[in-house]
């Protein structure tokens, strides 16, 4: 199998879906001649034209705006919003529109459509160019989230999406862009959306992360593999509505959950999937339910980034806690 | 106003022009050749009893609000003939996307009364309504309808489909940046796409002075790149008339445009709002002096295309189409709560189900 970054594992994706589709149009700033800021577009426009791979005004409203209109005729619009820095315009959108037109309508209208954008630290990129927000995304009823973590997981998400009858939100992240290789078979084959993928299994006490901190995560749980602790690791993958089966199985069989997520702490996703944990699975629990996240601040600018995301360390600190708490 | 003090000695690169349709004078007389479909009784006639209609409806609608059978709704009373005269103008296959009170429209399309009741009724199936399928329901935040509109019409231009979309918004919108976005978008791609505003001089409590420094809001489509005329919309021949040659133009190949139709809201802004706290009576009254049912009925009397006896069974017709859907509404039986759940999503994912069941009092074992 070829090997791909997760970047183009993206535009394999986007380009089996134009190809296998006339309906997906892809449209957003700098996606056509430029091909992307990150080359996550590059190539379709001179492959599939400049009327199904639109570089649109600099309007990120607009753009979420047109996908609802275009998605509502019957198109399958995949959106790029250049950074999750400038997503938020499109909030309206999304809350007011995409997520609700199918059930505002009863049926009669509904929205399939894709908003991609990248996010999150670790590329010593400019202010506003760092932060992910995916729990307020999250918080939508009627959208679903993706988060993928790997170039494979990437290709097959971002096929099952584009083919949802549903508005998906897909959080790429900029530091597993070009970082994140693997095997990925250009076959078509979408993977399951809703569903969360175990990486790693485990007995001793079950991780959970999605996007680009399951690296932390993973080298976590080799690391603590040498001292004895066999870490389960579960990559969420779909955000919302996320795989709550998977997880509770996991820790009823480990007792023992960290969850480990860039965003900050305050109403993060990790507080949905402890809250689940404690309404369902309190019995099973031989620990508290542990988070580690970024800090409640400001994302800092590139020289302190570093400092402000999840480490290897600060997973293992905490993993080592849980396990020792009796 | 801005000012216009200018440097003569620049040279001039650009010179715009907007401008304004009228045929009809508010007494119903005849301001300048009118448009070959004003010789049509039939159609004239039918526009008139549309916006009859509408203004009974509005009527009905308030009296089921005042007595608690319906929730907030919006009177379009004084606007008739704005989203009357436009639809009017629209084939079935093209596309609407209406504000909320754009009730004229959608009556016009085939929606039926007691589907827009059962919208302010609070329920979700009014607008799962008898119009063209592909239809947009009302908008309710403001102008963010624009953005759907240029995609729906990207879409139709994609699929060189002969068919046009309409965007229907009030003042209000157009100092929004979804509307702006929205027609500079189109103007860029030529999108066979109609934007009209319904200038009816009040924002709720804001006018039009605050809202913007422009004479016109005709003439924010020249910054789009279109052409924008502006209407009296207390006319609805000029409405009409401005519709068919805008919606034609689209349809051919020729890009947007936009309409602003001059009217003025009778009416308070929604049944929840108290107008007199704002703006005063004898404003109110002034305009009460254009208003379109009138104006059209003195031309179409002048013209002998309508009689008292018509204007008696019209009555009588509208009184009772509109008491027939109140009742209709009325006996029409909220869905069972667990439906709330019911088009989410395509398929209910399965961490929802179990919210559902709870709903519908089934218990999770």
């Known amino acids: ?141 009627g959208l679903r989230v993706v988060m993928p973590s790997s170039p494979e997981r990437a290709y097959g998400l971002l096929l099952a999406a584009i083919r949802d009858p549903d508005p998906v939100v897909f959080l790429e992240s900029t530091r597993l862009y070009r970082a994140a290789k693997g095997e990925v078979e250009d076959n078509g084959e979408a993977l399951p959306l809703d569903a969360a993928f175990v990486l790693r299994e485990g007995r001793d006490l079950t991780l959970i992360s999605w996007g680009a901190m ?35 199985g996991s820790v009823a069989k480990t007792g023992r959950c960290v969850i480990v997520h860039e965003a900050a702490r305050t109403g993060g996703f990790g507080a949905e999937i402890a809250a689940t944990i404690a309404e369902r699975r309190l019995s099973s629990l031989l620990a508290p339910v542990t988070r580690v996240t970024g800090y409640d601040t400001i994302v800092p600018m590139a020289r302190l980034e570093q400092y402000y995301m999840p480490s290897v360390e600060r997973i293992m600190t905490a993993a080592r806690k849980v396990c020792q708490f009796s | 106003m801005a000012s216009r003090r200018v440097n003569q000695d620049l040279p001039v690169i650009a010179r715009f022009e907007v ?42 609608a308030v009296a089921l609000q005042r007595t608690g059978r319906l ?60 119009g063209p399928v592909h239809d947009f329901p009302f908008c309710v935040p403001v102008g963010s309808q624009a953005p759907h509109a240029a995609g729906v019409a990207y879409a139709l231009k994609l699929r060189k489909q002969p068919r046009v979309a309409v965007c229907l918004f009030g003042d209000g919108a157009t100092s929004k940046g979804d509307v702006y976005e929205a027609m500079n978008f189109a103007g860029v791609h030529r999108l066979p796409l109609v934007f009209v505003v319904a200038n009816n001089q009040w924002a709720i409590s804001v006018p039009l002075r605050q809202q913007t420094a422009c004479e016109t809001l005709a003439q924010k489509a020249i910054a789009a790149g279109f052409i924008g005329e502006q209407v009296d919309g207390g006319d609805v021949v000029a409405i009409r008339a401005a519709s068919e040659e805008a919606i034609a133009a689209a349809r051919d190949g020729n890009g947007p445009r936009f309409i602003e139709a001059v009217t003025y809201r009778l009416g308070d802004h929604t049944t929840s709002d108290d107008a007199a706290r704002y703006r005063p009576a004898e404003e109110v009254q002034a305009h009460w002096k254009e208003e379109p049912i009138a104006r059209l009925r003195a031309y179409l009397v002048a013209q002998k295309m309508w009689s008292k006896a018509d204007e008696e069974q019209l009555a009588a017709e509208c009184h009772a189409r509109v008491e027939a859907a109140a009742e209709r509404y009325l006996a029409t039986a909220p869905r069972r709560p667990e439906t709330m759940f019911d088009h989410l999503y395509a398929d209910l994912p399965a961490a929802y189900a179990a919210q559902r069941r709870e709903l519908a009092g089934e218990h999770d074992a």
């Open chain 1, 214 to 248: 399951l690296k932390e995560t993973m080298a976590a749980a080799e690391a603590l593999s040498v001292e004895g602790i066999a870490a389960e690791v579960i990559d969420l993958a779909t955000l919302k509505p996320y795989d709550e089966d998977t997880v509770l």
């Open chain 2, 19 to 60: 401008r304004h349709r009228n045929y009809l004078a508010p007494d119903g007389s005849i301001q300048r050749p009118l448009p070959s479909f004003a010789s049509d009784s039939k159609l004239l006639t039918e526009l008139y009893r549309s916006m009859v209609l509408l203004r009974l409806f509005d009527r009905k």
């Open chain 1, 1 to 141: 199998m070829p090997e791909a970054t997760l970047v183009e594992a993206i535009n394999l994706a986007l380009a089996r879906a134009m190809e296998d589709d006339p309906d997906v149009v892809v449209l957003g700033e700098d996606v056509g001649v430029n091909g992307g800021v990150f080359r996550a577009t590059a190539g379709l426009q001179k492959r599939f034209g400049t009327e199904r791979v639109l570089d649109t005004p600099l309007a990120e409203l607009l753009i979420s705006g047109l996908c609802v209109g275009m998605a509502a005729q019957g198109l399958k619009p995949v959106g790029e919003i250049q950074f999750m820095g400038f997503i938020y315009p499109c909030l309206d959108q999304l809350v007011n529109h995409a997520s609700r037109l199918r059930n505002r309508t009863q049926g009669r209208l509904t929205c399939p459509m894709v908003l991609r954008t990248p996010h999150g630290a670790g590329i010593r990129a400019p202010e506003h160019h760092s932060e992910s927000t995916e729990a307020m995304l999250a918080h939508i009823p």
């Open chain 2, 71 to 130: 929730g907030t709704y919006a009177v379009s009373l004084g606007q008739e003939a704005v989203s009357v005269g436009i639809a009017s103008a629209m084939r079935k296959e093209d596309v609407l996307l209406p504000s909320y009170r754009d009730n004229g429209a959608l009556l016009w399309r085939g929606v039926k009364l007691e589907e827009i009741l059962l919208f302010w009724g609070g329920d979700e199936r009014g607008n799962r309504f008898s």
